[in-house]
């Protein structure tokens, strides 16, 4: 099997063999029951070592796509109907999305307490000085590493923003882009997103909605020069957009030279093992805004997010509201930066999707 490695990417090589080999995986190229090429022969293939092919396989394993036998080799064991239709993962109209996640969802204590004690014993007095106003340099850092290699999302910590959760994060959006703007939003939509805006005095319309997104005739009719959407799992309706439907929104802001803001709150727990494509991913025009939290990839009590701005407007927020001092102490930021960068972050998404799989 011929698999490019690129040495000058950011990802490590394992990474990239296990993203190749996750790909043909889910589009059937490699279907239930077969095997994948041995290790040493894979590895000779790619120029690398068998302990990097080892340790791709190992993650192939750990998110259920594939099965070690002893002696025998590697076998997929993930096929399509290991994926659920968006209709059965329906929150109730009247449940705030905050407090879908169960008990069994957030991080183990076991976890999270260690990561603490790590923190305390490596960071001392350090967490207590004062936070830089976007958040530390670790966790910013830490935050382009995890993007990069699971989101194909290729920002630098200057693009990104702490704070203390999307409701403070959507005060900073309509702060950045003018609060003399219409902003239009999804129909129906998670209510407090409208809350926050129209307390900042910006104007809202609601656009309707199809089982694809957001329709084309709404988004052709409003005069909106900001969209806020959250394309993975719409909140309260389940909706997730098409790829089709995402170019559409790109389209249309780019032919508006308005701003999108992506809210990706739940994407992550695709049981697909893929994530789909973010907006701000497809965006050849850098316009638009993505903004995600810890409150469920974690625990509800992490009120942390993070927000990143396309070049174009990072300098613009410096100028107008850098001035903003961020709002999670620096334990949690540190706490945060540890997690993701121990792996633990990413260990308990790949258990939560292992656990959802089972119950569908």
């Known amino acids: 099997m011929q698999l490019h490695i690129d040495h000058s990417s950011r990802n490590p090589a394992y990474i990239q063999i296990y993203q190749t080999l996750r790909s ?18 894979l590895a000779a293939d790619c120029g690398v070592s068998v302990a990097t092919v080892e340790h791709a396989y190992a993650v192939l394993c750990e998110e259920d796509y594939c099965k070690t036998r002893e002696r025998s080799g590697c076998y997929v064991i993930y096929s399509p109907e290991t994926s659920f239709p968006t209709s059965e993962i329906l929150p109730s109209e009247h449940t705030d999305s905050a407090e879908t996640v169960s008990e069994s969802e957030t991080i183990p204590f076991s976890s999270f307490a260690a990561g603490i004690r790590r923190v305390l014993s490596d960071c001392g007095e350090k967490i207590l000085k004062k936070s830089p106003n976007n958040g530390c340099i670790e966790l ?123 809210d990706d709150y739940d994407s992550e727990f695709t049981l697909t093992g893929i994530a789909p494509e973010t907006l701000f991913s497809m965006s050849e025009s850098g316009n638009v805004i993505y903004i995600n939290t810890f409150s469920k990839t974690i625990a509800p009590s992490i009120r942390a997010g993070y927000m990143l701005l396309p070049n174009c407007l990072a300098d613009l927020y410096e100028h107008k509201i850098g001035f903003y001092s961020c709002t999670v102490p620096m334990l949690e930021q540190y706490f945060l930066a540890d997690l993701i960068d121990s792996g633990d972050f990413e260990r308990n998404i790949n258990r939560i999707r292992h656990r959802r799989r089972e119950q569908n």
């Open 24 to 41: 043909k995986i889910v589009s059937g190229a490699f279907p239930c029951g077969s095997k994948l090429p041995s290790k040493r022969s």
């Open 140 to 262: 910013r850092e830490a935050i382009c590493r995890y993007l990069a290699r699971s989101r194909n999302i290729e920002v630098s910590p200057k693009q990104i923003i702490i704070g203390s959760g999307a409701e403070y994060l959507y005060g900073l959006c309509i702060q950045l882009l003018g609060n003399d703007k219409t902003i239009a939003l999804e129909n129906p939509s998670y209510e407090k997103i409208r809350s926050v805006y129209t307390a900042n005095g910006a104007v809202c319309e609601m656009l309707g909605m199809d089982a694809e997104g957001i329709r084309i005739d709404e988004l052709e009719r409003t005069s909106a020069a900001v969209l806020h959407v959250t394309p993975f799992n719409s909140f309260p309706s389940g909706i997730t957009a098409s790829a089709q439907r995402r170019k559409e929104y790109i389209k249309w802001a780019a032919s508006r030279n308005a701003v999108i803001i992506e």
